[in-house]
């Protein structure tokens, strides 16, 4: 009995001490935790409304942009997820999906492509100090908003001094007509921005009429601006601009029309522009922009429409992306900090770095439109 005694107490030792050997073994290894958290990056992009056409391209381009970084590794070794809201191609719709993307818990935001809608987002995540790029709102109002707010594309004061530039010194046009969306921000600014350069290098605009988005009879817009016999008119709107392109050539009006970036997407040739005799359009980028990246991009997406809102979409999220792997951080200060930092991004639309605003310098594109069919004319230097 009393050897029993003692086995049983060896035994007892043994199996402490056996325990005690594997809690320190294991405190000694990880516990396996499954995959790293993803870092969530929300996209605010009308995917309703009248500002759905217009953004196609940039939701593609942003998908391209996510999908080519979790292929090479995602961000600080953990994946990035997309999120898509949508903003119902209003203001009110952009600041509420703005803060379900700070409730969410988004590292970072990308969009819209109507200047009025970044706006309202933007208010959003400056309050939120949460970093956000757009991708082609180019109204000066957006960045101003806050110092947590940048954007991928140049603005409407470069692009009306370009086109007005191009019109009077290239085409030899002294009298261009105007015509504007009279609701959106984005045709009023750029309007203004190429009447004052245009009329400052001796033009005029003997005419200029107003419209309304979505407005009946936009024709109506077009005839009192005929009597003024303009050599061209600068119509400044969205993919809504192709509607006017398709009323000039019914009217048996084929005066030159002028545009800016909101031509760059399909949907203006699907509305009208491909009725378009002659025109000319001011964008960021076009697939036969000649550098090591755009031709990269190109040949990456074979069978694409590659467009300037699509490689603006792509650019202004490898834009994000890459300053939350600078700075080694998913916190918004130290986002904002490492955007505001850069200097040697090269991107799809060419270098990107920032003025003290926020907004890139950048090269323009200018695109001939003839016959409803486009082609790439030149590249403008600011």
């Known amino acids: 009995m009393f050897l029993a005694a003692r086995k ?8 402490a001490w056996i325990a005690a050997l594997s809690f320190v073994l294991l405190s000694a290894v990880p516990v396996w935790a499954g995959p790293p958290e993803p870092i969530r990056v929300a996209a605010i992009f009308a995917e309703t409304g009248p500002a759905v056409r217009s953004a196609v391209a940039s939701r593609l381009g942003v998908r391209f942009a996510v999908d080519h970084m979790n292929a090479s590794g995602g961000v600080l070794g953990r994946p990035v997820e997309l999120v898509f809201f949508d903003n119902h191609s209003t203001p009110i719709g952009s600041k509420k999906a703005a803060e379900q993307a700070v409730a969410m818990g988004a590292v970072g935001i990308v969009g819209s492509s109507w200047s009025e809608h970044s706006v309202a987002a933007a208010h959003v995540a400056q309050s939120a100090r949460l970093p956000m790029v757009s991708n082609v709102s180019t109204h000066p109002d957006v960045t101003l ?54 009329e400052a ?34 119509l400044p709107g969205h993919d809504e601009s192709g509607i006017f392109a398709g009323w000039t050539r019914r009217m048996g009006w084929d005066i030159p029309l002028l545009g800016g970036d909101g031509w760059s997407d399909k949907a203006f040739y699907d509305l009208g522009g491909k009725n378009l005799k002659k025109g000319y359009h001011c964008t960021h980028w076009a697939p036969e922009v000649d550098t090591p ?44 900090d490492a955007l505001a930092d850069t200097h040697d991004f090269v991107g799809v639309s060419g270098p990107i770095r920032f003025d003290e605003h926020r907004n890139p310098f950048k090269d323009a594109v200018i695109i001939e439109i003839v016959n409803g069919q486009n082609h790439y004319l030149k590249t403008v230097s600011p």
């Open 293 to 336: 990246v755009s031709r990269a991009f190109v040949a990456a997406h074979p069978g694409i429409e590659l467009t300037a809102d699509l490689a603006l979409g792509y650019d202004a999220t490898r834009l994000l992306l890459d300053a939350i792997q600078r700075a080694g951080s998913t916190e918004g200060p130290r986002i904002r």
């Open 145 to 198: 908003v806050g110092d947590y707010i940048f954007r991928a594309c140049f603005i409407d004061p470069f692009q009306g001094r370009v086109m007005a530039r191009f019109a009077y010194q290239d085409l030899g046009f002294r009298n261009v007509a105007v015509l504007r969306d009279i609701t959106s921000l984005y045709s009023v600014g750029l309007a203004r921005e190429f009447t004052r350069h245009f």
């Open 8 to 15: 049983g107490r060896r035994n007892m030792g043994f199996r």
């Open 201 to 234: 290098l001796g033009g005029k605009v003997p005419a200029a009429e107003d419209y309304k988005l979505n407005q009946e009879g936009y024709e109506r817009s077009l005839i009192p601006l005929k009597k003024w016999n303009p050599e061209a008119v600068f």
